[in-house]
């Protein structure tokens, strides 16, 4: 093991106290839970990573996103023309030029939903959903629609998923809610997955397959997280029905994919507004502060994640650049971190630190997003308004040390 590598695996341990120490060092952290989150992300990394049985689920992965690629972009030719992606009618004078983010890469969104309706109304999603749930609840102890809902943001967005649980929503101790919450930042939803996939694929390889397990190893990273900086009470228990069966929202497979259409459309049009909005906000702040210090927001955002950069097994002159990616991504979001990544022909960093940064980017920790999962959240469970909004931010902590576990535990797995 290279000195990297063990610089990632103390790491890993590093940024478990670190959860610890922001949740007040609070009594009651279960052991069990500690052992099963550390030893379920190193498994499923480890098994995903280097078993080339199951690595052959990355290339089919990785094929299935190109498909979808392909088949959208005959949509946006015909609707957008060459804004969509059709043939030019004029010499591209600037390579890369010709390419327009809303017209050509974010209508995968709306492909992506109504796919994903299909196979929810299939009964497909629900299946390896539950699977996915009852392992997380055994591993950890947690109730069953807790775990339930963790399982489901693998695949589905941080609102999507607690209305899956809704019925029990109201029920979850406060510890589940945070556990909840977490697991909502920590992950990306489907969609936006295979989005980052193209903006990656000229610098990371087999990108699709690496963020499916970046968010299948941020499921138990986020569970564990929060458990530590919010254990249960002796006094608490879990809600322990086994939400195992996802409530039929659809009749028939012709209106899963009209209302799947139409939530990516909302979707689409979110993520518009939102990179619109925070994109100019932060321009607007930077302009205010940088003349002052000589700083941007994101820079001393770098600032924070630089001990964290060096915890997940950076090398040191590579650390305040793997910072600046994750600072860029609290401030603004994730997708603005991603797609400078993929344009930027890596930032300069080496292929492991790259790799490292795809994984700890996974995930929709930022105050955009925050905003986004309490505003859903309330209005499903207005009763629990008070715990949710109180929970918003240190969800957010609690989401982004997750993520940042992720880059820890592939960096341990990743030899330079």
Same mark, same amino acid.
């Given at each position: 093991?290279?000195?990297?590598?063990?610089?990632?695996a103390a790491g890993?341990?590093?940024?478990?106290?670190?959860?610890?120490?922001?949740?007040?060092f609070r009594?009651?952290?279960?052991?069990?839970?500690?052992a099963?989150?550390?030893?379920?992300?190193?498994?499923?990394a480890?098994?995903?990573?280097?078993?080339?049985?199951?690595r052959?689920?990355?290339d089919v992965?990785?094929a299935? =996103?190109?498909?979808?690629?392909? &088949? $959208?972009?005959?949509g946006t030719? !015909? @609707?957008?023309?060459? #804004?969509?992606? /059709? *043939?030019?009618?004029?010499?591209?004078?600037?390579?890369?030029?010709?390419?327009?983010?809303?017209?050509?890469?974010?209508?995968?969104?709306?492909?992506v939903?109504?796919?994903?309706?299909?196979?929810?109304h299939?009964?497909?999603?629900p299946?390896?959903?539950a699977?996915?749930?009852?392992?997380?609840?055994?591993?950890?102890?947690?109730g069953?629609?807790t775990?339930?809902?963790?399982?489901?943001?693998?695949?589905?967005g941080?609102?999507?998923?607690p209305?899956?649980?809704?019925?029990?929503?109201?029920?979850?101790?406060r510890?589940?809610?945070?556990? =909840?919450?977490?697991?909502?930042? &920590? $992950?990306?939803?489907?969609?936006t !997955? @295979?989005?980052?996939? #193209?903006?990656l /694929? *000229?610098?990371?390889?087999d990108?699709?397959?690496?963020l499916?397990v970046?968010?299948?190893?941020?499921?138990?990273?986020?569970?564990l997280?929060?458990?530590l900086m919010?254990?249960?009470?002796?006094?608490?228990?879990?809600?322990?029905?086994?939400?195992?069966?996802?409530?039929?929202?659809?009749?028939?497979?012709?209106?899963a994919?009209?209302?799947?259409?139409?939530?990516?459309?909302?979707?689409?049009?979110?993520?518009m507004?939102m990179?619109?909005?925070?994109?100019?906000?932060?321009?607007?702040a930077n302009?205010a502060?940088?003349?002052?210090?000589?700083?941007?927001?994101?820079?001393? &955002?770098?600032f924070?994640?630089?001990p964290?950069?060096l915890?997940?097994?950076?090398? /040191?002159?590579?650390a305040?650049?793997?910072?600046?990616?994750?600072?860029?991504?609290?401030i603004?979001n994730?997708?603005?971190?991603?797609l400078?990544?993929g344009?930027?022909?890596?930032?300069?960093?080496?292929?492991?630190a790259?790799?490292i940064?795809?994984?700890?980017?996974?995930?929709?920790?930022?105050?955009?997003?925050?905003?986004?999962m309490?505003?859903?959240?309330?209005?499903?469970?207005p009763?629990r308004?008070?715990?949710?909004?109180?929970?918003?931010?240190?969800?957010?902590?609690?989401?982004?040390?997750?993520c940042?576990?992720?880059?820890a535990?592939?960096g341990?797995?990743?030899?330079?």
């Amino acid at each position: 093991m290279s000195l990297l590598q063990l610089q990632s695996a103390a790491g890993l341990l590093a940024l478990c106290l670190l959860a610890w120490a922001i949740g007040g060092f609070r009594r009651g952290v279960s052991w069990r839970a500690v052992a099963a989150g550390l030893g379920l992300q190193l498994l499923l990394a480890a098994l995903l990573l280097h078993v080339p049985a199951l690595r052959v689920v990355f290339d089919v992965f990785g094929a299935a =996103v190109n498909a979808l690629a392909e &088949a $959208t972009k005959a949509g946006t030719s !015909l @609707v957008f023309g060459y #804004l969509g992606g /059709a *043939p030019l009618p004029f010499d591209e004078k600037t390579p890369g030029g010709s390419f327009i983010l809303f017209f050509q890469a974010l209508p995968l969104v709306l492909v992506v939903g109504a796919l994903s309706a299909l196979l929810y109304h299939w009964r497909v999603l629900p299946v390896v959903v539950a699977a996915m749930g009852r392992v997380l609840a055994r591993a950890f102890g947690i109730g069953g629609a807790t775990g339930f809902s963790v399982a489901a943001n693998v695949f589905v967005g941080m609102v999507e998923a607690p209305l899956l649980i809704r019925p029990w929503l109201a029920q979850l101790t406060r510890s589940e809610l945070f556990v =909840v919450m977490t697991a909502g930042l &920590a $992950t990306i939803s489907g969609n936006t !997955l @295979v989005v980052y996939a #193209l903006f990656l /694929a *000229p610098v990371v390889p087999d990108a699709a397959g690496q963020l499916l397990v970046a968010s299948l190893v941020a499921a138990p990273a986020s569970v564990l997280v929060a458990l530590l900086m919010m254990p249960p009470r002796r006094e608490d228990a879990p809600v322990v029905a086994a939400a195992t069966e996802a409530p039929r929202i659809y009749d028939s497979s012709m209106e899963a994919l009209v209302r799947g259409t139409m939530d990516g459309l909302n979707l689409l049009l979110g993520i518009m507004a939102m990179l619109v909005v925070f994109v100019a906000l932060v321009a607007l702040a930077n302009m205010a502060i940088e003349p002052l210090t000589g700083l941007t927001l994101q820079r001393l &955002a770098a600032f924070l994640f630089w001990p964290i950069a060096l915890a997940m097994g950076v090398p /040191a002159e590579q650390a305040m650049t793997v910072a600046g990616s994750l600072g860029t991504k609290l401030i603004v979001n994730e997708f603005v971190a991603y797609l400078e990544l993929g344009t930027s022909g890596g930032l300069g960093l080496d292929a492991r630190a790259r790799l490292i940064l795809t994984y700890a980017l996974c995930g929709f920790t930022n105050l955009g997003s925050v905003g986004i999962m309490l505003g859903g959240m309330v209005a499903m469970c207005p009763e629990r308004r008070g715990d949710i909004v109180a929970l918003g931010l240190p969800a957010l902590v609690s989401g982004t040390i997750a993520c940042c576990m992720t880059g820890a535990v592939v960096g341990l797995l990743t030899a330079p």
